[in-house]
């Protein structure tokens, strides 16, 4: 079984590699994060990276993928919530990785590895969001339309406030929620 056994291995040793440079882009930033860096923390010689990951930026969809993936799974009311539940799930996680928000935005133009990672994000988070509105009332047409804003605005405060606070932000975004919803009980149904 020396096949399996060598696979075994290299699972793991990617694992370790996405645990490094999760941990090291977390506290300082993509850019300011070196494979070297994450070569060392990881434990494995510096061209070791490559052999797993072809360049920086697949490391960097890959680390967002596992996180997507685990949150998704493992996150109360992410995917079956109430909308609110929902949305400060997505707000929680988001602020985990803050501070890697306008680098995914910048490296997905440079990047179809980052560009894929970020449209699945959001399509995801769309229709989860989406899924959210339905259940308070919205037909699926309005629902698609209102996860598309708020997740537009979810993005601008992200790239566009570090300094923000995110009880304010959790306010922001659920005070635009609630208008959203009651516009829908003002207007007629077609």
């Not at 998704?72 to 909308?83: D, F, Q, R």
């Not at 406030?161 to 009980?185: F, N």
């Amino acid at each position: 079984m020396p096949a399996t056994r060598r696979h075994l291995d290299r699972d793991a040793k990617r694992e370790e590699i996405l645990d490094a440079a999760e941990t090291l882009m977390l506290r300082a930033g993509y850019h300011a994060t070196s494979m070297a860096a994450i070569a060392q923390r990881a434990g494995v010689a510096n061209n070791a990276v490559y052999w797993y990951f072809a360049s920086k930026d697949d490391l960097l969809a890959a680390i967002l993928d596992r996180r997507l993936e685990r949150a998704t799974a493992e996150v109360p009311g992410l995917a079956t919530g109430s909308l609110e539940e929902r949305l400060r799930a997505l707000l929680a996680q988001l602020d985990q990785v803050a501070i890697l928000a306008a680098c995914v935005h910048e490296r997905a133009g440079h990047s179809e590895a980052v560009a894929a990672t970020h449209r699945a994000f959001h399509a995801t988070v769309e229709r989860m969001l989406s899924d959210g509105f339905c259940d308070a009332g919205l037909d699926p047409a309005e629902a698609r339309c209102a996860s598309g804003a708020v997740m537009a605005m979810i993005d601008g405060i992200h790239l566009h406030d570090g300094e923000r606070d995110s009880d304010e932000r959790d306010r922001v975004v659920l005070w635009a929620v609630d208008r959203m919803l009651e516009a829908r009980t003002l207007t007629p149904s077609a």
